[in-house]
C-alpha cells in the first residue's frame, strides 16, 4: 500500500520520516508488520530539508590534516639518524604541527640548550610559510621590518615544510650542526623517510 497517497502534500513535505512512520502505524488500520514494510514516498523538498542543518554545521568548520605520532617520530628519528651518520650527533631535531607545537623532539648526545630552541623554530617557520628555511632566508634581510621579526621564527637554513598536497601540515628543524646547511640535509632525511605516507 501506498502511503503517500493517503497522505496531504504538504504533510509529506514538513513532517519527518519518524512521525509519518508513526502516524501510519497508529489509527491508520495497518498492522505494525505491514507498516514497517511499507516503503514511505519522501519528497526531494523534504529530503533537502532534513539535510540543511548539517550542511550548515559543515560550512562553520573546517578540518586540519597533522601528522600522526608515529609520523613525527620517525622523521625526528630519520634525521637525527643523518646528523649522527655525518659525525653531527648533537644536534636537536623537533618536529612540529603547523602552529608551532612540539610533536616530536630528539636531543643528540651533548647538544647544547641553544639547539632546542632553535631547532624548534627553525621547523616552526618551515611549517608556518610552507617552504623550507634555506629558501626563506632571503626574505629575512632588508633595512626596517622584515618577517624576521616575527616572535618565534628563526629564518635559517634547518627547517623543512611537511605538505599533504599543497597544504603545509607540519615542519621538522634540526638545529646544531656547524653549517646549517647541514642541518638542512638533516631535515630532509626526516621528510624523506615519512614523504611516502603523505597524502
Known sequence: MNLSRRLPKTLAVTVPLAAILATAACGSGIDDKEASA?????????????????DQAAKGTATANRLTVGAAGTAAQAALAKCQADGLGFVTVAVVDRNGNVQAMLRGDNAAQHTVEAARQKGYTAAAFGANTSDLAGRAKGDGATVADIDGTLFLPGGVSV????ASIAGIGVGGAPDGMADQA????????IAGSLR
Open 163 to 166: 605538505k599533504a598536497g599543497n
Open 38 to 54: 511499507t516503503p514511505i514516498a519522501t519528497t526531494a523538498a523534504a529530503a533537502a530539508a532534513a539535510k540543511a542543518p548539517g
Open 186 to 193: 638533516c631535515a630532509a632525511a626526516g621528510l624523506e623517510a
